[in-house]
T-cell receptor
Framework: GQNIDQPTEMTATEGAIVQINCTYQTSGFNGLFWYQQHAGEAPTFLSYNVLDGLEEKGRFSSFLSRSKGYSYLLLKELQMKDSASYLCAVRITDSWGKFQFGAGTQVVVTP | DGGITQSPKYLFRKEGQNVTLSCEQNLNHDAMYWYRQDPGQGLRLIYYSQIVNDFQKGDIAEGYSVSREKKESFPLTVTSAQKNPTAFYLC?????????????FGDGTRLSIL
């Protein structure tokens, strides 16, 4: 079976840094994606990793270790608008067809 | 602007009734997907299609049906066999054959039982 684990909720202060971890055990691996989802809205793409290492995109960075089945999303200089759910998703087939999602991590940013 | 359009935004189903959720994309994407999202849970795959006139069951296909007669359209029917249909339904699409391409999502349809 497929298993993707993320913490349920994290709270941080405006201006701080938060790291959201994601561990995965899947039948195949062809890339890991992070999405942001505000309540009642569609998920929006944040970052992609397929090779080990760190990808940086402005205030957001994502890291991948394939040997450990582990990724994290780092949110820096937190803003109130960053309060949202963050979804970790693995593309699990050799082709581009199928994705498996984690349950999401709710980040609450406080003043 | 290109994107994915889901309709309606809210839908109510009576007992024993089939309802169809619409999903249209003008991104020229090959693959399209339907997910169900319940409170506190991640996205669960219902059906996906990589090419016109072909589709595969996802993890929770029972009680649902789809068609892919046109590249742009991937409607989802929630049948009366689906006993717990109340959820947020998301349609997505992605470019085919490029593994670094993410999925793009519609704004969702919230389905409730009357």
């Amino acid at each position: 079976g497929q298993n993707i684990d993320q913490p349920t909720e994290m709270t941080a202060t405006e201006g701080a840094i938060v790291q959201i971890n994601c561990t995965y055990q899947t039948s195949g691996f062809n890339g890991l994606f992070w999405y942001q989802q505000h309540a009642g809205e569609a998920p929006t793409f944040l970052s992609y990793n397929v090779l080990d290492g760190l990808e940086e995109k402005g205030r957001f960075s994502s890291f991948l270790s394939r040997s450990k089945g582990y990724s994290y999303l780092l949110l820096k200089e937190l803003q109130m608008k960053d309060s949202a759910s963050y979804l970790c998703a693995v593309r699990i087939t050799d082709s581009w067809g199928k994705f498996q999602f984690g349950a999401g991590t709710q980040v609450v940013v406080t003043p | 602007d290109g994107g994915i359009t889901q309709s309606p935004k809210y839908l109510f189903r009576k007992e024993g009734q089939n309802v169809t959720l619409s999903c249209e994309q003008n991104l020229n994407h090959d693959a399209m997907y339907w997910y169900r999202q319940d409170p506190g849970q991640g996205l669960r795959l219902i059906y996906y299609s990589q090419i016109v006139n072909d589709f595969q069951k996802g993890d929770i296909a029972e009680g649902y049906s789809v068609s892919r007669e046109k590249k742009e359209s991937f409607p989802l029917t929630v049948t009366s066999a689906q006993k717990n249909p109340t959820a947020f339904y998301l349609c997505a699409s992605s470019i085919g054959g490029q593994r670094d391409q993410p999925q793009h999502f519609g704004d969702g349809t919230r389905l409730s039982i009357l």
